[in-house]
T-cell receptor, first 113, second 110 residues
Framework: IAGITQAPTSQILAAGRRMTLRCTQDMRHNAMYWYRQDLGLGLRLIHYSNTAGTTGKGEVPDGYSVSRANTDDFPLTLASAVPSQTSVYFC????????????FGNGTRLTVT | GEDVEQSLFLSVREGDSSVINCTYTDSSSTYLYWYKQEPGAGLQLLTYIFSNMDMKQDQRLTVLLNKKDKHLSLRIADTQTGDSAIYFCAEILNTDKLIFGTGTRLQVFP
């Protein structure tokens, strides 16, 4: 079934550790996004990529990095995790045209202790 | 600014209509969206409206757009327990940035 796969589903991480959240899509979508979801704040854009080889900063990029080496994969890395990065992280993709809907993964629940 | 605001909770009885409201700030938004999030899942697109429209109806869903007041609403007719979820409105900025609201948790009780 075509869609977006995120891994892991959940993770508990000690502060200061490095962590990479994985995201893979098989829809050949050009654009990919990482959001974090926090109660009362909705979804906030961390980083995005309009096409393979390019990335951009969203609303809350600090403490996170991304890469887009190919069309399918868009990993999100926390270089040194802090408790404020405890959140649910969603990866999404779209074909990048105007009005194209976002397709979301099922999320990664990350707890930083 | 880029704030999109919604009330956090709405509770309705099964069979009644639900109205979820949203206010946005960027008058240049071309499209406005409603997404639904069920427990443990990502968001799914419910419906959208182009900024030159006032209303869009899709089966039980009616979207109303008041551009003057920058107000968007989603009406769900004959609300069912399966409609219980979090609903997000979103606006698109500069064609490549989707800004989500805070989300409204809809609870439907029998």
């Amino acid at each position: 079934i075509a869609g977006i796969t995120q891994a892991p589903t959940s993770q508990i991480l000690a502060a200061g550790r490095r962590m990479t959240l994985r995201c893979t899509q098989d829809m050949r979508h050009n654009a990919m996004y990482w959001y974090r979801q926090d109660l009362g704040l909705g979804l906030r854009l961390i980083h995005y990529s309009n096409t393979a080889g390019t990335t951009g900063k969203g609303e809350v990029p600090d403490g996170y990095s991304v890469s887009r080496a190919n069309t399918d994969d868009f990993p999100l890395t926390l270089a040194s995790a802090v408790p404020s990065q405890t959140s649910v992280y969603f990866c999404a993709s779209s074909d990048g045209t105007a009005n194209s809907p976002l397709h979301f993964g099922n999320g990664t629940r990350l707890t930083v202790t | 600014g880029e704030d999109v605001e919604q009330s956090l909770f709405l509770s309705v009885r099964e069979g009644d209509s639900s109205v979820i409201n949203c206010t946005y700030t960027d008058s240049s938004s071309t499209y406005l969206y409603w997404y639904k999030q069920e427990p443990g899942a990502g968001l799914q697109l419910l419906t959208y409206i182009f900024s030159n429209m006032d209303m869009k109806q899709d089966q039980r869903l009616t979207v109303l757009l008041n551009k003057k007041d920058k107000h968007l609403s989603l009406r769900i007719a004959d609300t069912q327990t399966g409609d219980s979820a979090i609903y997000f409105c979103a606006e698109i900025l500069n064609t490549d940035k989707l800004i989500f609201g805070t989300g409204t948790r809809l609870q439907v009780f029998p």
